[in-house]
């Protein structure tokens, strides 16, 4: 889920995430992303290692806090919402032309389709987990597999879901930033402009999901699975990207408060305020969101998105504005050893599935039955492995491939 170094065309996002550090133009440096994504990533495992154990609803005390751990998509899409907008909006800002779309578009598949088709192959031919018709072949190969009910969940690699919505918000991207280049005319009304952008595709989120739920439509959760769906968590990410690019315009300095010390702590007591609420004070099921949308009401629905999105929020803002080379909680992400996690938290998120698969055969547990600590150790170890070899074997030779030019006439 890394690469060395992220280009200013958008050579870094969420779930497909760049690496160590990421550089933007004017030098800018994100050096806590690293460590957000193994946060991302780790949460997913542990959630659905729980959810598979059934410690989730065995455990009043612990249960409903490990049943939101997959709060870790939330801060993905927020991931990629910023760090792939902001090469276009600081471009919009400086009143040049936009990355380049062809080595954008590329940069993206090598980070997401190589490292994916191998573990979607050796799921399936070599491990023997899951078997696909030739439908379902080309619909998980392609990424389209939130378009078919059958195939959303259950499949080879059934976390893959949000990856096919990260997909359309690659294609979405450009798209977007064209038009904000088109109503951001006067530099004066620059910021408001793409704020005013963000908040509009937040609220196509909120519309697209409350006319799902007031339409009655069969078949909700495939259809809330789509871009739309989840435009609040990007919109989120979009609007701290171009706030973090206007405030890093010559001549222009970040607020006074935004270096204070006490600044990650507030932002981080209010991120975990957040999904305390989500956890304990709405009423949600047990168990992953992908897994328990079919007993949400819309109400309860939308608490848990707001919420999901807010933590992720408030969760990434040390990482963005202030002094990054200070504070004990910028110190904590950028950790060796979470920096590494963070470099093979692709890898992670990919098998950490099948390596609950393999455990569950090796031990014969029983789901919802299962000893949890074991569970974990064994998910944990097994998916690092995995997600190592994936890293160093795969994602990073076809890194090394984004500058080249991959044919000649």
């Given at each position: 889920?890394?690469?060395?170094?992220?280009q200013?065309?958008?050579?870094?996002?969420?779930?497909?995430g760049?690496?160590?550090?990421?550089?933007?133009?004017?030098?800018?440096?994100?050096?806590?992303?690293?460590?957000?994504?193994?946060?991302?990533?780790l949460?997913?495992?542990?959630?659905?290692?729980?959810?598979?154990?059934?410690?989730?609803?065995?455990?009043?005390?612990?249960?409903?806090?490990?049943?939101?751990?997959?709060?870790?998509?939330?801060?993905?899409?927020?991931?990629?919402?910023?760090?792939?907008?902001?090469?276009?909006?600081?471009?919009?800002f400086?009143?040049?032309?936009?990355?380049?779309?062809?080595?954008?578009?590329?940069?993206?598949?090598?980070?997401?389709?190589?490292?994916?088709?191998?573990c979607?192959?050796?799921?399936?031919?070599?491990?023997?987990?899951?078997?696909?018709?030739?439908?379902?072949?080309f619909?998980?190969?392609?990424?389209?597999?939130?378009?078919?009910?059958?195939?959303?969940?259950?499949?080879?690699?059934?976390?893959?879901?949000?990856?096919?919505?990260?997909?359309?918000?690659?294609?979405?991207?450009?798209?977007?930033?064209?038009?904000?280049?088109?109503?951001?005319?006067?530099?004066?009304?620059?910021?408001?402009?793409?704020?005013?952008?963000?908040?509009?595709?937040?609220?196509?989120?909120?519309?697209?999901?409350?006319?799902?739920?007031?339409?009655?439509?069969?078949?909700?959760?495939?259809?809330?699975?789509?871009l739309?769906?989840?435009?609040?968590?990007?919109?989120?990410?979009?609007?701290?990207?171009?706030?973090?690019?206007?405030?890093?315009?010559?001549?222009?300095?970040?607020?006074?408060?935004?270096?204070?010390?006490?600044?990650?702590?507030?932002?981080?007591?209010?991120?975990?305020?957040?999904?305390?609420?989500?956890?304990?004070?709405?009423?949600?099921?047990?168990?992953?969101?992908?897994?328990?949308?079919?007993?949400?009401?819309?109400?309860?629905?939308?608490?848990?998105?707001?919420?999901?999105?807010?933590?992720?929020?408030?969760?990434?803002?040390?990482?963005?504005?202030?002094?990054q080379?200070?504070?004990?909680?910028?110190?904590?992400?950028?950790?060796?050893?979470?920096?590494?996690?963070?470099?093979?938290?692709?890898?992670?998120?990919?098998?950490?599935?099948?390596?609950?698969?393999?455990?569950?055969?090796?031990?014969?547990?029983?789901?919802?039955?299962?000893?949890?600590?074991?569970?974990?150790?064994?998910?944990?170890?097994?998916?690092?492995?995995?997600?190592?070899?994936?890293?160093?074997?795969?994602?990073?030779?076809?890194?090394?491939?984004?500058?080249?030019?991959?044919?000649?006439?």
């Amino acid at each position: 889920m890394s690469e060395a170094t992220a280009q200013t065309d958008g050579g870094a996002s969420g779930i497909a995430g760049p690496g160590t550090t990421v550089e933007h133009e004017r030098g800018t440096r994100f050096p806590c992303f690293d460590g957000f994504r193994a946060i991302a990533a780790l949460g997913v495992l542990v959630n659905h290692t729980a959810f598979f154990s059934g410690k989730t609803v065995r455990s009043d005390t612990f249960g409903p806090f490990l049943s939101r751990l997959d709060i870790g998509v939330a801060i993905f899409f927020l991931i990629s919402g910023f760090l792939l907008y902001r090469p276009f909006v600081t471009r919009i800002f400086a009143g040049a032309s936009a990355p380049a779309i062809g080595p954008y578009l590329k940069r993206r598949a090598l980070r997401i389709l190589p490292a994916y088709w191998v573990c979607l192959t050796v799921v399936i031919f070599v491990l023997g987990q899951h078997d696909v018709d030739v439908k379902g072949f080309f619909l998980h190969y392609g990424l389209l597999q939130i378009y078919s009910h059958d195939h959303i969940i259950g499949g080879p690699v059934q976390q893959a879901w949000t990856l096919s919505v990260e997909v359309t918000f690659y294609l979405f991207l450009p798209v977007f930033a064209w038009v904000m280049t088109r109503f951001t005319r006067d530099a004066r009304n620059a910021l408001r402009v793409q704020l005013i952008g963000a908040g509009a595709l937040y609220a196509i989120s909120c519309l697209y999901r409350g006319l799902l739920y007031l339409s009655d439509v069969q078949d909700t959760g495939r259809y809330r699975t789509w871009l739309p769906g989840y435009f609040d968590y990007f919109a989120l990410g979009i609007a701290l990207a171009a706030l973090s690019a206007w405030l890093a315009q010559p001549g222009r300095r970040e607020w006074r408060f935004l270096s204070s010390r006490w600044f990650p702590w507030v932002s981080w007591l209010l991120a975990f305020a957040m999904f305390w609420i989500v956890s304990k004070a709405i009423g949600l099921p047990r168990g992953p969101t992908e897994t328990v949308e079919r007993d949400l009401t819309g109400p309860k629905e939308f608490g848990l998105q707001l919420f999901y999105g807010l933590g992720s929020f408030f969760l990434l803002l040390p990482g963005i504005f202030g002094p990054q080379g200070k504070g004990l909680i910028r110190k904590l992400l950028t950790n060796p050893a979470i920096v590494w996690l963070g470099l093979v938290s692709y890898g992670i998120y990919l098998w950490h599935e099948s390596a609950i698969e393999l455990y569950a055969d090796w031990t014969d547990s029983v789901q919802f039955a299962a000893n949890f600590s074991g569970a974990l150790v064994v998910v944990l170890v097994l998916s690092l492995v995995a997600a190592a070899v994936s890293y160093y074997v795969v994602e990073r030779p076809a890194l090394a491939l984004k500058d080249r030019t991959l044919w000649r006439r």
